[in-house]
Nanobody
Framework: QVQLVESGGGLVQPGGSLRLSCTASGGFPLNDFGMGWFRQAPGKEREGVSCINMRSGHTVYQPSVKGRFTLSSVNSKTVSLQMSGLKPEDTGVYFC????????????????WGRGTQVTVSS
């Protein structure tokens, strides 16, 4: 069973930056897997933010964060999401995920989820 541990998050002013990290441990049934992040704002559906194929390094971004967020692999089991130019609409709980990183960022493609870390963008 895969465990995902997130770190980072917090309160930041609009235009500021934050970095989220996630480390996976446990069994990896997939030979070619991806890691990434989803987020959920209050009263809204959970949505995909970004993911990365850990073997190829190919990354996928939701259009609203492209150019502002950068997802990278730190090592074979750790990813880092650098968030810049943060906006109030980026506020939410961010969940680390592990599964299949395809172009569509669908919840169903990711079978393992972290507990989430809060990101609040406010002045």
């Amino acid at each position: 069973q895969v465990q995902l541990v997130e770190s980072g998050g917090g309160l930041v002013q609009p235009g500021g930056s934050l970095r989220l990290s996630c480390t996976a441990s446990g069994g990896f049934p997939l030979n070619d897997f991806g890691m990434g992040w989803f987020r959920q704002a209050p009263g809204k559906e959970r949505e995909g933010v970004s993911c990365i194929n850990m073997r190829s390094g190919h990354t996928v971004y939701q259009p609203s964060v492209k150019g502002r967020f950068t997802l990278s692999s730190v090592n074979s089991k750790t990813v880092s999401l650098q968030m810049s130019g943060l906006k109030p609409e980026d506020t939410g709980v961010y969940f680390c995920v592990l599964g299949n990183c395809w172009e569509r960022l669908w919840r169903a493609d990711f079978g393992s989820w972290g507990r989430g870390t809060q990101v609040t963008v406010s002045s």
